[in-house]
T-cell receptor, first 114, second 110 residues
Framework: EAGVTQFPSHSVIEKGQTVTLRCDPISGHDNLYWYRRVMGKEIKFLLHFVKESKQDESGMPNNRFLAERTGGTYSTLKVQPAELEDSGVYFC????????????FGAGTRLSVL | RKEVEQDPGPFNVPEGATVAFNCTYSNSASQSFFWYRQDCRKEPKLLMSVYSSGNEDGRFTAQLNRASQYISLLIRDSKLSDSATYLCVVNRTGGFKTIFGAGTRLFVKA
């Protein structure tokens, strides 16, 4: 069974550009989460989808970030326009059920904004 | 104060040593608890869930004390391959928000 996959693995962009990150969860997992780790800090929750609905987006830093999960399968996280402080590793995770379930993480997308 | 606090370490121990990590959480609404392991430049991977009754998986033992809002991880007979960052993770009730500690770095030396 395929795990959580994220694309791209690395992205280097200039300030002001747009970047779109993609996450394919484990097949059948209704819950999909986005997290971010900036240098030297802990991993922080961004948002949570249940199928195609946003269950909790309280961790989204600002309106430059837009997450979608059309059809309840893969998800995208767009940053527009990117700022220097957006640099970090963006992790996606999925789980099949309630919050007690184990989350399976993707390898992450390392974003560098220059 | 952070919602989940861990000693960042690093812990430097010889092979075969026993090492213990602690984690405290401040939100009493926290519902479920986990230890994850993260190798350098890799994704977090679940090590074990943590229950009030305590649980053991081979050389690893996890304990939860809800009254003190405290979680621990004990590693016995440390191996070189145990070198990693250990993340304390807490899920809240009333939602699905997951809170990570900053992690404790462990180096096991030959």
């Amino acid at each position: 069974e395929a795990g959580v996959t994220q694309f791209p693995s690395h992205s280097v962009i200039e300030k002001g550009q747009t970047v779109t990150l993609r996450c394919d969860p484990i097949s059948g997992h209704d819950n999909l989460y986005w997290y971010r780790r900036v240098m030297g800090k802990e991993i922080k929750f961004l948002l949570h989808f249940v199928k195609e609905s946003k269950q909790d987006e309280s961790g989204m830093p600002n309106n430059r970030f837009l997450a979608e999960r059309t059809g309840g399968t893969y998800s995208t996280l767009k940053v527009q326009p990117a700022e220097l402080e957006d640099s970090g590793v963006y992790f996606c995770a999925s789980s099949p059920g309630t919050s007690r379930d184990i989350q399976y993480f993707g390898a992450g997308t390392r974003l560098s904004v220059l | 104060r952070k919602e989940v606090e861990q000693d960042p370490g690093p812990f430097n121990v010889p092979e075969g040593a026993t090492v213990a990590f602690n984690c405290t959480y401040s939100n009493s609404a926290s519902q479920s608890f986990f230890w994850y392991r993260q190798d350098c430049r890799k994704e977090p991977k679940l090590l074990m869930s943590v229950y009030s009754s305590g649980n053991e998986d081979g050389r690893f033992t996890a304990q939860l004390n809800r009254a003190s809002q405290y979680i621990s991880l004990l590693i016995r007979d440390s191996k070189l391959s145990d070198s990693a960052t250990y993340l304390c993770v807490v899920n809240r009730t009333g939602g699905f928000k997951t809170i990570f500690g900053a992690g404790t770095r462990l180096f096991v030396k030959a």
